[in-house]
């Protein structure tokens, strides 16, 4: 069910995100695209990119570019969002920003469509797109509430170097090919050496202790599930991996549910896939997940620390639900329902 | 404080462990060495090894092999650890087992010297040395138990191909310099791909969907704590680091106990080092502790999803604590103790 033709802009179009934001929009018929516009800052514009065999040119972001747009999918960090964000809602656009600028602000939508799409019926305008590694987790978790209530939820990431960015997978590449001819490439993107190597800290830290990404996943996750006092706990470690971000979950429920259960539960879900036959080497591993679009999960077994524990292990390709696949299905549910051009902020 | 010279028999001396044992007992002044054989299989019999600036010849295992030996480290694996330890006891010796195959034994002590050193003293000649993730935990653990009392312990490891030996390091090497110029080059030592990958999956499947590596840390941590019934959960995976495992462990404890108290109890064990002042990005990494006897442990900081959780974030040398350095201590310490040559098998 398809309805008009959406005039789409990409802001950040020439970053990691931007590009997969492109593949995403070419690969996917969910929505169709009347005219495409691609944004970067002055140092990009006039290159051009490849959208459905045609080039199209970057331009320079601007006031007027936001002009006759519908829809804005925006990941160019936080403080290019923050300038261009009101200015494409003034304009009369849906801006859907990948910055974790405006997630925890009051008012504003932070969706993952398949958890908690019914909230962007409220929207303003702007609409957050929730952190990597959040998105896969509350796919998830939001499957076992449903079947057990969720009481307490422990999670440790093992998350790639696309999460930071082209610089972030260039200094794996680089400091990888030159440690393997026994040459030294200094960290820069990263605070150590990544390669052949973890790293327990992934964005800045807080006073607490915790990293801000670590925090992200705690009040991310209470807000999209709409359990403010969720007991979550997170600890995120960077690894020497390309891209996909894994995650050891161990989630206390209310009430006892079985390993099947939780196995039928997940497979019902149209954006979750089942991967777990342990006796045949079958469970999965980010490099089966990158380029793909569902939510693995894999090795789902009891707790054995209490009685209404259940293990899991979650996959997914941090580019695409974590980051460009989840706004452009928020921008398809929006269109679906008729949620674009309604509303103007106040 | 010194006894008698020992003489110390390696079985399974041209191993990964094997040549750790080699340069802990070089480093190492705590027990002086009166004679040292290398023992191993036939196949690397003949070769030589250099210790303390001699070579010394491997010769075959055999039963006269432990003749007049009184302490074996061995670290050959468990089908030749269950062969030769009965000989060996027989002959009089106390033998030290790295391998998994007495480890839950009844009547056989599986220690770690600064944890529960005390139950050696009704040894039958067989020592238990524990998993590799285990040791480093239970360092950990001990002191946390003795400040809060336990309550349930969760951990996800992230551990390096060392820890498979010799080949999974060549593996990881030989691979990564594959991806690295474009080829492939297939896994063999393990299920997958492990360069710029993950596996879940580290020794082989239980019934309960876990496997037998996270069952060890569990059953293991039980019996070196001596607290049969403690809850506890293990998600083991294999990164592609070189050496060094990391755990990213969640503790409930009985009491509220502050991170400050934490911090002060580790930092008063001599084999603990407490790197935690994130502000100036210090924590271990793998890389820092590879080659280091200490436990390292950073990123201390109260649990967000519980009143008295501890995260911390520990780092070792999977090789040294999780392997030959403990192995080392245990007989140290029983050396110290005058526990050698006092006990026979029944």
Known sequence: ??????????????????????????????????????????RSAGSTMEFRGKKVEVIEVSEKAFEGVDIVLASAGGAISKQWAPVAVKAGCVF??????????????????????????????????????????????KILHELGGLKRV???????????????????????????KDEQHAPKKFQKQIAFNLIPHIDSFADDGYTKEELKVVNESRKILEIPNLPVVC???????????????????????????????????????VWDQPEENIYPTPLDCAGEDPVYVGRIRPDTSSENGINLWVVADNLRIGAALNAVRIAEYMVKHDLVGQKVAN
Chains 1, 2 share one sequence.
């Open 154 to 180: 422990i999670v440790s990431t093992y998350q790639s170097v696309s999460g930071a960015g082209k610089e972030g997978m260039d200094e794996l590449d680089l400091q990888t090919k030159a440690l393997c």
């Open 1 to 42: 069910m398809k309805g008009r033709a959406m005039r789409v802009a990409i802001l950040g179009a020439t970053g990691q995100v931007g590009r997969e934001f492109l593949r995403i929009l070419e690969q996917r018929n969910e929505m169709e695209i009347g005219e495409l516009r691609l944004l970067a800052s002055a």
């Open 96 to 141: 859907i920003d990948n910055s974790s600028a405006f997630r925890m602000e009051e008012g504003v939508p932070l969706v993952v469509p398949e958890v908690n799409g019914h909230v962007l019926k409220d929207h303003k305008g702007l609409i957050a797109n929730p952190n990597c590694s959040t998105a896969q987790l509350v796919v998830v978790l």
């Open 235 to 273: 600890t995120a470690v960077r690894v020497p991996v390309r891209v996909g971000h894994s995650e050891s979950v161990l989630v206390d429920l209310e009430k006892k549910v079985s390993v099947a259960q939780v196995r039928e539960s997940l497979s019902n879900s149209p954006i979750v896939e």
